[in-house]
């Protein structure tokens, strides 16, 4: 945690069966991450990101503070320069991405919360025989987020880099249970609520046998309604 300088190199991961990041419970920043930096990671952030799981990918959710999960380079408040790019691949298990409370974003992508870096770049890859599916927090909390793309809520970067989204055999889900009244958003797309600077890159999303469903939500309260929002874009 907290890694400062310049960090370079490939990570390369190849599971047979399957590919799981979970944070700690009990404490502060026991956060789960493939990728260089970390918490308050600085300095100058590059090499490949090969994740690929035989099965599945998963994402779990954490009841404490801070502890994310992040495949991707940089991290919670980092400012880095980040340039590198993600491919991420499962087999008939799919993703699964699932939140809880705090600020315990789940995230393929550079960056993370007000991840302030001057440049985030690089392409991202998510390839899946089975369903994808990221679905945002169960409570009121706005950092919960589950994304692909670089940057995070309050991310002040500059982001770029082309997304491409498959599921050859399942459904690509955003947002899954309508139940839901969690503030945090799910979405394909760089950026994140309260993001500034100028995003760009090539989106694709594709499930040529299956279902794209993209669902906001209500918040627990009528100020914050469009904070349970649904997003394919930056």
């Known amino acids: ?66 502890s994310y999960t992040q495949i991707g380079h940089g991290g919670l408040e980092s400012d880095a320069i980040i340039d590198a790019p993600i491919n991420v691949t499962a087999g008939a298990g799919g993703f699964s991405v699932a939140r809880n409370s705090g600020a315990n974003y789940a995230q393929i992508g550079h960056g993370g919360v007000h991840a302030d870096g001057a440049t985030i770049n690089g392409d991202i890859t998510v390839v899946s025989e089975g369903t994808i599916q ?38 690509i889900l955003f947002g899954t249970d309508t139940a839901q009244t969690g503030r945090s958003a799910v979405q394909i797309g760089h950026g994140g609520r309260a993001a500034l600077g100028n995003t760009s890159g090539n989106i694709s999303v594709l499930a040529p046998t299956g279902a794209v469903r993209f669902h906001g939500v209500l918040a627990q309260d009528d100020v914050n309604q469009r904070e349970g929002d649904a997003q394919l874009g930056h």
């Open 1 to 66: 945690a907290g890694n400062g300088g310049n960090h370079s190199g490939t990570i390369d991961i190849d599971a047979g069966n399957n590919v799981s990041l979970a944070g700690a419970v009990g404490g502060n920043y026991a956060y789960a991450q493939i990728g260089h930096g970390g918490v308050f990671a600085n300095g100058n952030l590059t090499g490949l990101i090969d994740v690929n799981a035989g099965n599945a990918v998963l994402f779990a959710g954490s009841n404490s503070n801070n």
């Open 134 to 171: 990221f679905d945002r927090n169960s409570n009121n909390t706005s950092n919960a987020y589950a994304m692909i793309g670089h940057g995070g809520n309050g991310s002040d970067a500059l982001k770029s880099g082309n997304i491409s989204v498959t599921s050859t055999a399942g459904d």
